[in-house]
């Protein structure tokens, strides 16, 4: 009867704290110490956890699930920035090493054109010559033949690294970029933003504080752009929503993020996995409490919140649209990236199945573009 007692006592006191965070979370973004709590979670409060996030999820951005027509285009697999994490790499010699000339980026846009595609996702391994000049070139190939199509391209590091090469400052970059073609910037190269496991993993690419600062100069020079959290790996939940505070309070300062994507880390084939390191990849329930704490940590401040399709599958997919979602990002044409760790449902989609998926849980689809300013009815 005591044990019974004491745990009765205990759920009673778990269950009076969770009701206390979930209440204020209608009204207000939840605290660290909150955001904290809610990641530790476990048992039946993880429903009315995802049903708050939903909840926050409709008052701020409504009943409409979003995506893009787009086309991710890779110019490169070369890279000599090797994280530990990236089963997409390779090195200058390798076999299966390659870098797209002109007419194969071209040859590879076209058709994503004639198939009615909005943006071009342009990203690739980091090359140890590429300055802003090569940047510019690929911009301009593009914007030239396809004037009417958005860019989102390149990432923090590349744009870091190519300014440090050009000899040039962060913000004479972007101006030049900018000025090439570039739309908006994506958030990658973030993975999480803490020294500790970025130490382990990334060792070589931009710190936290030079990612915080590539993004700070990017959105004061006009570029707007997602940001994103690689999770999953060897940070601590406590890192994640470290993470999530730090996107919080950049995007106080300067309102430049369009969209947050969680991506959870596809382990099997990442060479950190292969070398032996043991519980890697997090679990389901672990991915909807990060979208859902997310929503109540961002609610309008970010108030897109993307569903990677391609790293956690369709079906997983429509659950994360029911605890804090609203975006389900793109039709990619290909996403070479993720496709090398390995893909649950593939690489590519239509925006035809992207609709039926919103449809399926009562959402209105609705196809928009880049910096979610344009929206077009299905």
Known sequence: MFILSNIMDKEINIGHELNKILDNAYDEAISVEDANYLMNLNGRGLFNLFSVADTVREENVGNNVTFINNCNINFTNICTVRCG??????????????????DEILMKAGPAVRRGAREFTLMGGVLKDADIEYYEHLLGLLKTNFKDISIHGFSPTMVHDAAKLSGISLE?????????????????????????????????KVSTEEWIDVIKVAHN??????????????????????????????????????????????HENSPVFLEGQEGLGATGIEDLKLYAVARLM???????????????????????LM???????????????????????????????????????GRNPIERNSNYTEFYEI
């Open 85 to 102: 994490f990236c089963a997409f790499g390779r090195d200058e010699g390798d076999a299966d090493a390659y870098i797209l000339s002109d």
């Open 172 to 204: 004479d970059a972007f101006i030049r970029l900018k000025d090439a073609g570039l739309d908006t910037l994506p958030g990658t190269a973030a993975e999480i933003l803490n020294n500790r496991p970025r130490n382990i993993i990334c060792p070589q």
């Open 221 to 266: 020079a006009g570029i707007q752009g997602s940001a994103t959290m690689m999770y999953g790996h060897v940070e601590t939940l406590e890192e994640r929503v470290e993470h999530l505070d730090i996107l919080r309070k950049i995007q106080m300062e300067t309102g430049g993020f369009t969209e947050f994507i969680p991506m959870t880390f596809i």
């Open 298 to 320: 961002f609610r309008d401040l970010i108030p897109n919140i993307q569903v990677s399709w391609v790293k956690m599958g369709f079906r997983f997919a429509q659950v994360a």
């Open 323 to 361: 605890c804090g979602a609203n975006d389900l990002g793109g039709t990619l044409g290909g996403d070479e990236l993720s496709e090398a760790s390995g893909t649950p449902d593939g690489a590519d989609t239509s925006i035809a199945n992207l609709s039926k998926i919103a449809k399926a849980i």
